[in-house]
């Protein structure tokens, strides 16, 4: 499975960008998609994850703000991110994550946040 992200950048606090996540390769229909993000010096924590059947599970500092979607026929997911905030500068990581395959990280993609 490899996995393309896109969709990083720098903006000011209270703005918005959108990343991109699409999966190609040997994927099975059942699976999780998902968005994790590490700040330097800190752990790589989960932002949002969301289900083949679009069950949805986020982080609860993105709840409200960050919206994650996905196309299953696409194989892709997209996060929407709103009202973004300094302490949201992260390099942000695609996941993919099948009970027949395994788990599968993209390239990061960073996003930078200004106050």
């Known amino acids: 499975v490899q996995l393309q992200a896109s969709g990083g950048g720098l903006v000011q606090a209270g703005g918005s960008l959108r990343l991109s996540c699409t999966a190609s390769g040997s994927i099975f229909s059942t699976n999780l998609m998902g968005w994790y993000r590490q700040a330097p010096g800190k752990s790589r924590d989960l932002v949002a994850t969301i289900t083949t059947g679009g069950y949805a599970n986020y982080a609860d500092s993105v709840k409200g703000r960050f919206t994650i979607s996905r196309d299953n026929a696409e194989n892709t997911i997209w996060l929407q991110m709103n009202n973004l905030k300094p302490e949201d500068t992260a390099v942000y990581y695609c996941?993919?994550?099948?009970?027949?395959?395994?788990?599968?990280w993209g390239q990061g993609t960073l996003v930078t946040v200004s106050s």
């Open positions: 996941e993919f994550d099948s009970p027949r395959i395994g788990q599968y």
